[in-house]
T-cell receptor, first 110, second 113 residues
Framework: AQSVTQLGSHVSVSEGALVLLRCNYS??????LFWYVQYPNQGLQLLLK??????LVKGINGFEAEFKKSETSFHLTKPSAHMSDAAEYFC????????FGTGTKLQVIP | DVKVTQSSRYLVKRTGEKVFLECVQD?????MFWYRQDPGLGLRLIYF???????EKGDIPEGYSVSREKKERFSLILESASTNQTSMYLC????????????FGPGTRLTVL
């Protein structure tokens, strides 16, 4: 069975600091990986996705993620956090049916 | 703009009631999904439909059923609502091919008293 693991249910960073949200996937997950973001009282929206074209994937709002097969990881980063980045982030993987991680809530401290 | 709409943002029902949650998408997507979102558990797939009248159980189908009579509409049915079905329900849709973005509705927060 495929699985996606997000380390840390809550992450706090200062405004302007590096954001690093961790995601590991099981080797049985096909090579389609996603990061979605959920703002309060909204549905999820796509931040970025990996579909084997390039290992470094750039997304919206300055986020990027690097696919590392040897580490089975797909960590999400942003060089400088902004207050508007406060949200819940979900890593997901799969083909037609997608398995979601348990989510990481990002708090940005002014 | 892709639009996925859900019939209610908030719903309060009583134990034992039959509950219908409706989802409509306007992008001619083949695949539609119903998820349940609970704190600390992320999103869990209840049911998945890959075509009209076709459905497949997800990870937590017990206590739920679905209906897809038209391509754009996917309904989730709670035959006899129970308090442990209090949750946020999210609908999503996408094209059939793997690797496509799922587009989500705003969610329905269901409370069963």
């Amino acid at each position: 069975a495929q699985s996606v693991t997000q380390l840390g249910s809550h992450v706090s960073v200062s405004e302007g600091a590096l954001v690093l949200l961790r995601c590991n996937y099981s080797s049985s997950v096909p090579p389609y990986l996603f990061w979605y973001v959920q703002y309060p009282n909204q549905g999820l929206q796509l931040l970025l996705k990996y579909t084997s074209a390039a290992t470094l994937v750039k997304g919206i709002n300055g986020f990027e993620a690097e696919f590392k097969k040897s580490e089975t990881s797909f960590h999400l980063t942003k060089p400088s956090a902004h207050m508007s980045d406060a949200a819940e982030y979900f890593c997901a993987g799969g083909y037609q049916k997608v398995t979601f991680g348990t989510g990481t809530k990002l708090q940005v401290i002014p | 703009d892709v639009k996925v709409t859900q019939s209610s943002r908030y719903l309060v029902k009583r134990t034992g009631e039959k509950v219908f949650l409706e989802c409509v998408q306007d992008m001619d997507h083949e695949n539609m999904f119903w998820y349940r979102q609970d704190p600390g558990l992320g999103l869990r797939l209840i049911y998945f439909s890959y075509d009209v009248k076709m459905k497949e159980k997800g990870d937590i189908p017990e206590g739920y059923s679905v209906s897809r009579e038209k391509k754009e509409r996917f309904s989730l049915i709670l035959e006899s609502a129970s308090t442990n079905q209090t949750s946020m329900y999210l609908c999503a849709s996408t094209f059939r091919e793997g690797g496509n973005t799922q587009y989500f509705g705003p969610g329905t927060r269901l409370t069963v008293l």
